[in-house]
């Protein structure tokens, strides 16, 4: 994933889960992301490879 999409992503991540339709329990799982992923860019990660983009968020 190049930095401008990892740019977008952690804008949305700041957003929160409520913003993406996860009412109930307001925290990010590696299943909400990968998600929030394939919503934003039409492309699905494994958990692993959602993983390894949390890890460059930081």
Do not use: K
């Amino acid at each position: 994933m190049d930095e401008g999409r990892l740019r977008r992503l952690a804008g949305a991540l700041e957003q929160g889960p409520a913003a993406y339709g996860f009412g109930v329990d307001q925290r990010w799982t590696l299943a909400r992301v990968s998600d929030v992923i394939a919503r934003m860019f039409r492309t699905r990660c494994t958990l692993r490879g959602t993983t390894n983009i949390m890890y460059r968020l930081g």
